[in-house]
T-cell receptor
Framework: SAVISQKPSRDICQRGTSLTIQCQVD?????MFWYRQQPGQSLTLIAT?????????ESGFVIDKFPISRPNLTFSTLTVSNMSPEDSSIYLC???????????????FGPGTRLTVL | GENVEQHPSTLSVQEGDSAVIKCTYSDSASNYFPWYKQELGKGPQLIID?????GEKKDQRIAVTLNKTAKHFSLHITETQPEDSAVYFC????????????????FGKGTKLSVIP
């Protein structure tokens, strides 16, 4: 199966700054997603990262706060902008889709980025 | 939109006993139901899934059942071991069997399973 990695694995940031999280898959994949998981909570979808076009955001998440790039079929970035303590969470990327060896609908997650905002 | 309810929120079992986690969903169009295991400090790991064209699927000590009429599905872990201790999430998706659909997973709130040696 494909390997998915995220950088950084964790970070501590100051209020008002921005952090860009990278997600890399070692195979070309159709769909890539970004999730937020607040401490002790479930996963909430932030957006779907579309290759070659703007990301599709879920209700409650906006591009100005969480700009996303998807320059190719193996890589995506999520930026958490103008951070506040409420942004302290685990940010997870996942991939899925019908391309390559993966069955449709299956999603596989990266190890996550643990963000603490002071 | 889809709503997934998961019970119980915490579950403690003795090593060797069975554990059952139950989920219900609201959208009758959902037809793909994965289960994830998340260990402390790690991302969720897909452990088993079931599609709406089958009622049960088994993989060694893990099984999942689906009742489309009642809109509920369950995870069964037999002969539990301490390494089964983790948070388990169910999810539902409206992905089509042909590959079409939104691919958007809606997750339950999770069950923290503790297996006592």
């Amino acid at each position: 199966s494909a390997v998915i990695s995220q950088k950084p694995s964790r970070d501590i940031c100051q209020r008002g700054t921005s952090l860009t999280i990278q997600c890399q898959v070692d195979s070309q994949v159709t769909m890539m997603f970004w999730y937020r998981q607040q401490p002790g909570q479930s996963l909430t979808l932030i957006a779907t990262a579309n290759q070659g076009s703007e990301a599709t955001y879920e209700s409650g998440f906006v591009i100005d706060k969480f700009p996303i790039s998807r320059p190719n079929l193996t890589f995506s970035t999520l930026t958490v902008s103008n951070m506040s303590p409420e942004d302290s969470s685990i940010y997870l990327c996942s991939f899925g889709g019908t391309s390559g060896p993966f069955s449709y609908n299956e999603q596989f997650f990266g190890p996550g980025t643990r963000l603490t905002v002071l | 939109g889809e709503n997934v309810e998961q019970h119980p929120s915490t579950l403690s079992v003795q090593e060797g006993d069975s554990a059952v986690i139950k989920c219900t969903y609201s959208d009758s169009a959902s037809n793909y139901f994965p289960w994830y295991k998340q260990e402390l400090g790690k991302g969720p790991q897909l452990i088993i899934d079931i599609r709406s064209n089958v009622g049960e699927k088994k993989d060694q000590r893990i099984a999942v059942t689906l009742n489309k009429t009642a809109k509920h599905f369950s995870l069964h872990i037999t002969e539990t071991q301490p390494e089964d201790s983790a948070v388990y999430f169910c999810a539902a998706c409206e992905g089509g069997l042909s590959g079409a659909g939104s691919y958007q997973l809606t997750f339950g709130k999770g069950t923290k399973l503790s297996v006592i040696p």
